[in-house]
């Protein structure tokens, strides 16, 4: 995969990294008798684009559903803006400014790109049934407000031709990135991508690359994404999480886990003991 | 609809114009952006305003009278503010095309001593900091759009607001400047310099002054009868003089609203929104969106493709006959006023033509299927034949006149002769004043008495309408002396909806033969109907079945040449499907979309040559260049195929 850079036309700005933003602490999670996570532990720092990797079954997916809230930690806690939790539920980790998507698309598909994208400043939106419904002074007010952020959303990801299509007819490629722009209605603080790349032809992934970077440097967004494409992992991350079975077994920057043995191991595939 | 109050306005040069037209009307709606998604307006008097600040704004940075500045960009209400700025300041506009690449846009900015460039957004940026240093007269850069420029910190790169705003105190400072420079614009100035994309060797810098566009502009606006509550899209590339004297000339001289789509992907949408009644497109533009209309009532209900077939029947019968004002059956009449509530009013709703008052169609020839479409719905789709070199109106088919095989009477005002050797040779109002830094070229173009030569042959019919049958230097013989017009095959085989892009060889040869470029979307349909499955492109351009289907098409063809006895000769004997579409990027085709022959021939050499012997398949291997700019190599074996039976050389005879 290509350089996405224009580094020869910008003036190279040392990649401002903010404070710890989320710190996860010797986190375990089992279903039954799967041991799905075992005291994984590691942090994200603000306007960070962390990459989390690991073969199939490594308990990505369990992670980032954890972060989210859908899962609770058997044991450890979960630090974000400095709060710690041990108990999450997915609306208040939306109200605390965390957005995701999923690994196989989970729009509305009935509904129109725009539609999509609206239902994301939900928690924006502070009327009632009744007012809403009447569509009447405030409600209408507020929502040409929201209307008019979703736009500038859509001018964003060039999505504008798109608009009024029902989600359910456009291309995988397409719907991926209405989601994230439904994601991004919600102007969150910290944004969980799940296999973004999925399914995209090489065109289609340097355009969600180039999404990412943009959103990450014009909004600060903070972007934790799951990733299989090792080259677009080692492109655009500035750290790199490895899981294994369960198990945290690197966490540097790209170069470092590249050239870690316990993940060329982990890929390449070594007999592993039970333990 | 009435025409508006149609106010007359009497300037020599485009500022005066536009200084005029914002005083008489300042608050009518002069240009529309789509933008997030609604279309937002400025009037004449927001205009004027803009041009001047802006216009103050590059004077203050530097620019002198007669400097040229470069316009990169999608068509944006800025970029025309642009042009008209530098004009008011008696610099030159030198707009670009869009989708140039790097090494493109290089050419123009160093050939045209580019002091300043205007460019719309962070990709034109991107392309001509790559391409700065074989421009060293370029000065300044400035751009539209300031998304995704927040890390550039280059000294010569400026926003448009921030030029707006520097331009603003200079006018407070200053006030009597703006409209002293204005006044020392004389008609005969330069105003533009358009390159065109031409068929062959470097683009060449056509100079048009303010009488050639604004004596053409008003002669087409009276004759056509254009008016002030025109609606017209934007849409065509800026650098094509189409564009110019429709989107911006006549728009300001007929005082009619010009409107910018947010896209090009939103371009049918918008189209649709805006319901034009003055549009302009290349055949085979039209030519698509019959394709599409074909295609998607394929997959239409039952009862729909009924009445549309049946209905379309109606109107091929009775359409062109109403539309044209001739006596029809009271009958068919009826049927079709049914016709039109039931499927030709809400289709051309769906196309955005349903106030369409004129659609001009040139560049190439149409269709006869294409042409009549459109007419038998009631769309006044018409032919005009023109040039850059002409301030584009050559020919005009009249509103009662509109012929398929002609291009139309002459334009108000222009002269037209045809040489001995066929050529047609024109003199206008809006003949250039030559080509840029090359005298050569503009004596070889431009007679002493100001004829210019087309490079087209073309004959003139007992109504007087010229004919154009071919570019006058690829008019050949055949081996045997049967005349041979490459553009002519070339129609008819694009007029096949299989076909997308043909390019025809024979000149000196025994006998003709082509190389194809197939529809995909109307092949692919096809393809999946017949239960053909293919994988891309090139899987679907190599299989027999498709090959069968063009065969079809061109013994058809060859049947149809077979009554004409002069062009019965040139029937096409072999024929292959090329691997990958004609492009202009790859030089093959001119950014307008044409052919470049000479070129395919040499770096297709081996492919001609394997047409003109036995081979049953031929390996090619090409450099390709991809949108980025990137280079890449592609490799294909593809089969040559007889029409049909074994070819054997004609026998010489004499040319009927």
Redesign the interface.
Known sequence: MTEISTAENTQPEARQLGGVLLKVDDISVSFGEVRALIGVSFDIREREILSIIGPNGAGKTTMLNLLNGVYSPDSGTIVFKGETRQRMRPHESASLGIARTFQNVALFRGMSTLDNIMTGRNLKMSHNIFTQGLYWGPARRQEIEQRAFVEQIIDFLEIEAIRRVPVGRLPYGLQKRVELGRALAAEPTLLLLDEPMAGMNTEEKEDMCRFIFDLNEEFGTTVALIEHDMGVVMDISDRVVVLDYGRKIADGSPDEVRASQAVIDAYLGVSHDET | MSGGQNIAISGDTIPELLIERGKAQPHRSAIREK???IWQSWTWEQVCAEVRAFACGLSEMGLARGDKVAILGDNRPRLYWAMAAVQSMGGVPVPVYQDAIADEVSYVLSHAEIRFAVLENQEQ??KV?SVRENSPALEGLIYTDP??M????MPFLHGFEDVVERGRKHDAAQANFFDGEVAKGKGSDLAIILYTSGTTGRPKGVMLSYDNIVITARNANRVENVREDEEVLAYLPMAWVGDHIFSYAQALIAGFTVSCP??S??LM?DLRELGPTFFFAPPRVFENILTTVVVRMEDASALKRWMFTYFMEVARRSGTNILEGKPVPLGDRLLYAMGKVLVYGPLRNTLGFTRLRRAYTAGEAIGPETFNFYRSLGINLKQLYGQTEASVYVTIQPDNEVKLETVGKAAPDCEIKIADNGEVLYRSPGVFLGYYQNDDATAETKTADGWVHTGDAGVIDEDGHLKIIDRAKDVGRLANGTLFAPKYLENKLKFLPAIREAVAFGDGSDYATAMINIDIDAVGNWAERQGISYTNYIDLADHDKVYELVAGGIRDINANLAKDPNLAGSAIRRFLILHKELDADDGELTRTRKVRRGFIAERYGTLVDALYSNATSVTVEAAVVFEDG?KGKVKADLKIRNVDGPVVAEPLRKAG
């Open positions: 933008d997030f998604g940026v991107d900091l998304r995704g927040r890390n550039y910190k947010e896209s992907d939103t949408l990137r």
